[in-house]
C-alpha cells in the first residue's frame, strides 16, 4: 500500500504476469533440477518466507516491532506435532488430558489455531503497552515459551525433542491419500502454503482493513480521529500475522519430523526480521525477495565459511540495510523502476 | 442516544475543567454548540482552546465537568468511538497520513463509510467489492471538493502547506460528521487561500455540518462565525454573536492589553 | 528458616550482579532511549576479557577485571560512535533493528574467536565455603558482591557529585534545554553508552569465574536485564537497583521453593505480568535519576 502496491500500477505485466510467471517457474524446479539438496534449502527457505510474510502484516503493515515472532512458529510446530502423536499428561486435580494421535490437517488447523489465539492474548495484553516495552514484551513472551517447552517434559520431551512426527499427508495425483515424504512434494506443499499465505496477506492489505492498518502506522492520533479503532485492528492483525506463522510452524514440523525447543530462539524472530526490513517491510513482495536473499544465504556460504561467519554476515547486512536502505530492495527498486517510467 | 430536539444544542460543555499535573489548564467551562451554525472558540494563546478540543474529541480526560453530544454523555469513550458517533476533528500538526498519496489518505479517512470486515476482505466478497469501489467514488469526490483531484496520486506529504491543511480538512469531513472540530486550520495560510477555506467552511456548512472552530484569524473568525465564546486563562471571559464579542470590554483586553483599552477610552 | 536465609544470601549475590547489569541498560535508555539489545553480548565479552587475561596472558586477577571493563567501555564507545551516532535522528525501531544486529556480529564473532567450547577463569580464592551458622557462601561470591556494592556506589557518586553526572542528569531530564545550557549532548551519549557497556563488561568479568564462559551467556542474561530494568520501570535508575535485587530474590526463592526448572523463566513471567498491571514498572521512569 504505502510501499507503493497500489500507487505503482505498471500494468497487467507486472501485475500478474510476472508474479505468477515467477510462481510456474518456481514450481518447475523439482522437474527441472531434481536436486535434493537444492530442493531441501529452497523447502526451509519457503517456511522461512512464510514467516516473514506473516511478521511483514505487524512490523511492515501495523508498524508494531513484534520480537517475538517465533513463538508462534514454534507454538504451531508443537500443536501440529503433539497433535498427530497424541499425548496424555495430568491437568492437575488428578484429572489427565488424552488425545489420540490425529491426521495431519487436524494438527495443521490445531496450530493455526494456537497461534492466533496465543496472538490474540499477546495483542490484548502487548497494545497497551507501546514502542520499546512491546518489543521486550514480545522478545520475553517467546522467552518463556521456550522455557515450558524445556520443562514440560510430560508434554514436550523438553531437550529429548519430539520424534517420529508424521509427514504431511495429502491426497496426490494417482496414488491417493499418502504421506508426503519425497523432496519435491514437500517442497510443492511448501510453495503453495507460501502462495497462499501472500494472496492472503494481499488480499488483506488491499482492503479496507489494511488501509486501517496502514493509516494507524503512519499516524495513530490522526487514524483514530478517522474512527479506526486502534485495539481492534491491531489485535485482529496480531491473530491473523500469528496464525500464518502457526501454520509455517506445523509445515516446518511436519517436514523436519522433529522438533526441539529450539524452535523457540530469538535467532529465528531475527532472522525473519532481517528479511522482511530487508526486502522491505509493508510491501508485499519485500519479505518474498528478503526471504529469498537470507534463506539461500547459509546455503551459499556453505563451504567457504563457518556458520558463525554467515551470522556475522546476517547481522552485518541487518546494519547496513537499516542506516543505508532503510526501506529496503522493494522500494528502492519500484523507486527505480518509476524514475525509469517517468 | 435521544433524538435531538430542535431546541436542543447539539454540543453541551458543562462545567468542564481539566488538570494537568497540578496545572489549570481548564477551570470551569461551559458553552453549547447549536446544531446547523458555526461557533468559534478563542482567546490567547494558554487559554485551553485545543485542551478542550482534545477533551471533547476524547484524546484528553476531563478533571470535572460533562460533555454532551447528542444529549448523550461522551465521557470515557475513545477517539474512535466519537468519531463513529459523528463527532471528528481536524489536527493543527501532522494533519496527513505521511508516506500514503492523497488518494489512499482520502480512503484512510472514509473509514466510517465502509462496513466491510475482515471476511468480506478476505475471499473479495461481492458486498465488499461494491463498497471498495463506492469508497473510491467518495474519495473522488471529495478531492474534488477540496480542489485536490489533480493531486491524487501525489505522496500526501509532499503537498504544498495550504494543500495539506485544505486535505486534513477534508479527511476530518470526509465520514460526514455532524459535528466537526477544526484546530485552527487556517494558521499559515495566505489570504487567498483563507478565502477559499472559508468558502470550503461555508459549504460544509451548508451540507448540515456543525463547526466548532479554534482560530487566531480574527478576519475569518468575525466573518464566519454565529456564535463566538472567548476564553483566557482556562475561562469563558465572553460569548455571544461576532458584533457584542467584538465590543466585549473584557475581551479587548485579554488580547489587547490595557494599552488598547486606554485608547479605546480615549476614543469614547 | 535456614533454607529461607541461604535463599537470602544467594538472592542478594545474584541481585547485586543483577543490579549492575540493569543500571547500565536503563541509563542508556533514559538518556540516549536506546534499548541496547547488545547489552548481553558486552557481558560476554567482559567474561572473556577476564578469561583471556587471567588464563591466557596469567596477569593478575583484580588487574584483568579492571581491565576487562576498561576494554568493555572502549567497545561500548566504538559501538555508539559507529552506529548509534549516525542513526541519531533515526526512529527507535530503526534503532533497534541496528542492535540487534549489532548483538547478532558480536556473539557470533565471539563464538568465531573463541569456539564453542566453555571456559573456565581461574581465581585466586579458596574453594571452601565460609560458614556462618546456617548459611554458606563462597569467597568468591562474596568477593563479587562486595565488587558489584562498590561500582553500584561509586556509579552514584558519579551521578551526584561530578559535573559530568550534572550533564548526564540534565540530558535524562530534558536534553534540548540541556543542550542549550551547553552540554555537549553527543559525548553525553558516548559517555553514557560506553559507561552502561563498562557496567555490563564488569559484570560478565565478575559473573565468569563464578560461572563459566561461552558465547551465548549473554542470551539469557541480556534478556534478563530487559527483565530487570521493566521491573524497576525503563530509564530509573532507582527502579533498575531494585528491580535488580527482585530479580535476583524472584529467581532464588520461586527456584528454591516453586521450580528448579522454571527458575529462569519467572523473571520473564514477571515481565509479563508487570507490563500487563502496571506498565510504568515499579518505579516510574518519569522520575529524576540520581
Given at each position: 500500500m504505502s510501499g507503493g502496491e497500489s500507487a505503482n500500477r505498471p500494468g497487467q505485466f507486472m501485475g500478474y504476469a510476472l508474479p505468477w510467471g515467477f510462481v510456474a517457474l518456481l514450481a518447475l524446479v523439482p522437474v527441472v533440477f531434481p536436486d535434493p539438496y537444492l530442493l531441501a534449502v529452497l523447502t526451509s527457505a519457503g517456511i522461512f518466507i512464510i514467516g516473514a510474510i506473516s511478521l511483514n502484516l505487524l512490523l511492515g503493515y501495523t508498524g508494531q516491532l513484534s520480537l517475538g515472532h517465533v513463538a508462534f512458529f514454534g507454538l504451531g510446530a508443537y500443536a501440529s506435532a503433539l497433535a498427530t502423536l497424541g499425548f496424555d499428561i495430568a491437568i492437575g486435580f488428578g484429572l489427565r488430558l488424552q488425545v489420540a494421535p490425529q491426521p495431519v490437517w487436524v494438527g495443521f488447523l490445531a496450530a493455526i489455531l494456537v497461534a492466533g489465539g496465543f496472538g490474540w492474548l499477546l495483542g490484548r495484553l502487548a497494545f497497551r503497552v507501546r514502542g520499546a516495552f512491546f518489543v521486550i514484551l514480545t522478545v520475553c513472551f517467546a522467552q518463556v515459551l521456550r522455557m515450558v517447552a524445556l520443562n514440560w517434559v510430560e508434554l514436550t520431551q523438553g531437550p529429548m525433542a519430539l520424534i517420529g512426527i508424521p509427514g504431511f499427508a495429502l491426497w496426490w495425483p494417482g496414488e491417493g491419500v499418502v504421506e508426503l515424504t519425497r523432496k519435491d512434494q514437500n517442497y510443492w506443499l511448501v510453495l503453495a502454503v507460501t502462495v497462499l499465505a501472500f494472496l492472503l496477506v494481499r488480499q488483506l492489505v488491499q482492503s479496507r482493513f489494511g488501509r486501517a492498518m496502514v493509516a494507524l502506522r503512519a499516524n495513530e492520533s490522526l487514524a483514530r480521529s478517522v474512527g479506526i479503532r486502534v485495539t481492534h485492528y491491531l489485535t485482529v492483525a496480531a491473530v491473523i500475522s500469528a496464525g500464518i506463522a502457526g501454520a509455517a510452524g506445523s509445515l516446518f514440523a511436519h517436514y523436519t519430523r522433529i522438533i526441539d525447543p529450539?524452535?523457540?530462539?530469538f535467532i529465528y524472530t531475527v532472522t525473519m526480521v532481517i528479511m522482511v526490513v530487508t526486502g522491505?517491510?509493508?510491501?508485499?513482495w519485500g519479505p518474498v525477495v528478503g526471504g529469498f536473499i537470507f534463506g539461500l544465504m547459509p546455503d551459499l556460504l556453505r563451504g567457504t565459511a563457518p556458520p558463525e561467519v554467515q551470522w556475522v554476515i546476517y547481522g552485518a547486512a541487518m546494519i547496513l540495510f537499516v542506516m543505508?536502505?532503510?526501506?529496503?530492495i522493494v522500494p528502492a527498486l519500484q523507486a527505480l523502476l518509476r524514475r525509469r517510467a517517468a | 442516544m435521544s433524538a435531538a430536539t430542535p431546541a436542543r444544542p447539539l454540543l453541551e460543555v458543562e462545567n468542564l475543567a481539566v488538570h494537568i499535573g497540578g496545572l489549570v489548564a481548564i477551570a470551569d467551562m461551559s458553552f453549547a454548540v447549536p446544531a446547523g451554525q458555526v461557533v468559534s472558540l478563542i482567546g490567547p494563546n494558554g487559554a485551553g482552546k485545543t485542551t478542550a478540543f482534545n477533551v471533547i474529541s476524547g484524546y484528553m480526560r476531563a478533571t470535572a465537568g460533562r460533555i454532551r453530544f447528542e444529549g448523550s454523555d461522551l465521557a470515557g469513550l475513545t477517539p474512535e468511538r466519537i468519531a463513529a458517533r459523528g463527532l471528528t476533528r481536524s489536527f493543527q500538526r501532522s494533519s496527513v497520513f505521511a508516506g500514503c498519496s492523497v488518494f489512499e489518505n482520502a480512503l484512510m479517512a472514509l473509514h466510517l463509510r465502509g462496513r466491510a470486515g475482515l471476511l468480506g476482505a478476505l475471499l473479495a466478497l461481492p458486498f465488499a467489492r461494491r463498497e471498495e469501489k463506492q469508497l473510491h467514488a467518495e474519495a473522488e469526490a471529495l478531492l474534488a471538493l477540496v480542489g485536490l483531484a489533480d493531486r491524487a496520486?501525489?505522496?500526501?506529504?509532499?503537498?504544498?502547506y495550504g494543500e495539506q491543511r485544505r486535505l486534513g480538512i477534508a479527511m476530518a469531513a470526509a465520514s460526514r460528521p455532524r459535528l466537526l472540530l477544526l484546530d485552527?486550520?487556517?494558521?499559515?495560510?495566505n489570504p487567498t487561500e483563507t478565502e477559499a477555506l472559508m468558502a470550503l467552511l461555508r459549504a460544509l456548512r451548508d451540507q448540515g455540518m456543525t463547526v466548532l472552530l479554534v482560530e487566531h484569524d480574527m478576519a475569518m473568525v468575525m466573518r464566519l462565525s454565529d456564535h463566538i465564546v472567548v476564553l483566557n486563562q482556562g475561562r469563558i471571559i465572553a460569548a455571544g454573536p461576532p458584533d457584542a464579542v467584538r465590543r466585549d470590554k473584557a475581551v479587548i483586553r485579554a488580547y489587547l492589553g490595557s494599552a488598547a483599552e486606554e485608547a479605546l477610552h480615549a476614543e469614547a | 528458616m535456614d533454607q529461607t536465609l541461604q535463599h537470602l544470601v544467594n538472592g542478594t549475590v545474584l541481585g547485586g550482579t543483577y543490579a549492575l547489569l540493569g543500571i547500565g541498560l536503563t541509563l542508556v535508555f533514559g538518556i540516549m532511549r536506546v534499548v541496547n539489545f547488545t547489552h548481553g553480548e558486552l557481558y560476554t565479552f567482559g567474561a572473556y576479557m577476564a578469561y583471556a587475561l587471567v588464563a591466557l596472558l596469567q596477569l593478575d586477577f583484580i588487574l584483568s577485571l579492571v581491565l576487562a571493563t576498561v576494554l568493555g567501555i572502549g567497545l561500548g564507545a566504538a559501538i555508539e560512535l559507529l552506529l548509534l551516532r549516525p542513526m541519531r535522528r533515526a526512529d527507535i525501531d530503526s534503532v533497534m533493528l541496528v542492535m540487534i544486529g549489532a548483538a547478532l556480529v558480536l556473539q557470533n564473532a565471539e563464538m568465531w574467536a573463541w569456539g564453542g567450547v566453555a571456559k573456565l577463569i581461574p581465581n585466586p580464592f579458596p574453594g571452601e565455603p565460609l560458614v556462618l551458622g546456617p548459611v554458606s557462601v563462597l569467597p568468591l561470591r562474596l568477593f563479587v558482591l562486595a565488587v558489584a556494592a562498590a561500582l553500584l556506589l561509586g556509579f552514584w557518586l558519579l551521578l551526584d557529585r561530578t559535573r559530568f553526572g550534572v550533564a548526564m542528569r540534565a540530558t535524562f531530564q530534558d536534553p534540548e534545554t540541556a543542550a542549550l545550557m551547553g552540554v555537549r549532548i553527543g559525548w553525553v551519549n558516548t559517555a553514557t553508552f560506553a559507561l552502561g557497556s563498562g557496567l555490563a563488561a564488569a559484570a560478565g568479568a565478575l559473573l565468569g569465574p563464578v560461572f563459566i564462559v561461552s558465547p551465548t551467556m549473554g542470551d539469557l542474561v541480556g534478556l534478563k536485564a530487559f527483565a530487570i530494568v521493566i521491573l524497576g520501570g525503563l530509564g530509573s535508575l532507582p527502579g533498575a537497583t531494585i528491580g535488580g535485587f527482585a530479580l535476583g530474590y524472584v529467581e532464588e526463592f520461586a527456584g528454591g521453593f516453586v521450580s528448579t526448572e522454571y527458575r529462569d523463566a519467572f523473571g520473564f513471567l514477571l515481565i509479563i505480568l508487570v507490563l500487563a498491571l502496571r506498565p510504568q514498572g515499579l518505579v516510574p521512569a518519569k522520575e529524576r535519576i540520581g
Open positions: 529450539d524452535v523457540f530462539l522491505g517491510k509493508g510491501t508485499l543505508f536502505l532503510p526501506r529496503g | 496520486a501525489r505522496p500526501a506529504d509532499s503537498l504544498a485552527e486550520p487556517a494558521a499559515g495560510l | -
